[in-house]
């Protein structure tokens, strides 16, 4: 986006969280993460990101569940859209409307439109895998963002609860039907 209207690319110097100290001048272009020669979406998806990021979040990736499945869909064990790589939250593919009878599955570039408030990846990335309950609760846990989801969430938003609490009071009013 910065080169289209004429500025340089960014680098990691300019981030705001850390980054690997022999990135911190390395151009951001389509070939950061894709190498021209060895186009591999498998690099891109993680080495990629490691080769930059050195914030706690990322440098747990590989000691999480996440990554734990990632590489078992690297190694055939289970189907390849069962593992989580990095850029399946943070860069999470979405369904384009070509024209009324195409469609297309795209992956987002534009991280803005996942990262913050961290809440924006509920559906994009978290709902593919997990339900809302989990995904609220998880993303309110700042420590277990930090160690890249390995454990439980420790925090509880009581959203959810309250609208089954309504839902619940809302069928025995009713008798069961949804619609009266």
Not at 49 to 73: K, V
């Amino acid at each position: 986006m910065r080169q289209k209207v004429g500025l340089p690319p960014m680098t990691p110097a300019s981030a705001k969280l850390p980054m690997q100290p022999n990135a911190q001048h390395k151009e951001l272009t389509c070939n950061s993460c894709h190498s021209a020669h060895d186009y591999s979406v498998a690099t891109a998806a993680v080495d990629a990101c490691l080769g930059c990021h050195a914030d706690n979040h990322s440098l747990a990736y590989q000691q999480s569940p996440h990554f734990a499945l990632w590489e078992q869909s690297l190694a055939g064990e289970i189907p390849g859209n069962q593992g989580v790589s990095c850029a399946s939250c943070h860069m999470p593919r979405i369904n384009h409307d070509v024209n009324d009878w195409v469609s297309r599955i795209l992956v987002q570039h534009n991280q803005n439109a996942t990262l913050n408030p961290n809440e924006k990846m509920i559906r994009p990335a978290c709902l593919h895998c997990h339900g809302l309950g989990f995904s609220i609760d998880a993303l309110a846990d700042t420590n277990l963002i930090e160690r890249n989801f390995t454990g439980r969430p420790s925090k509880h938003i009581q959203s959810m609860d309250m609208a089954k609490e309504v839902h619940k009071k809302s069928l025995e009013e009713t008798g069961g039907e949804l619609f009266k």
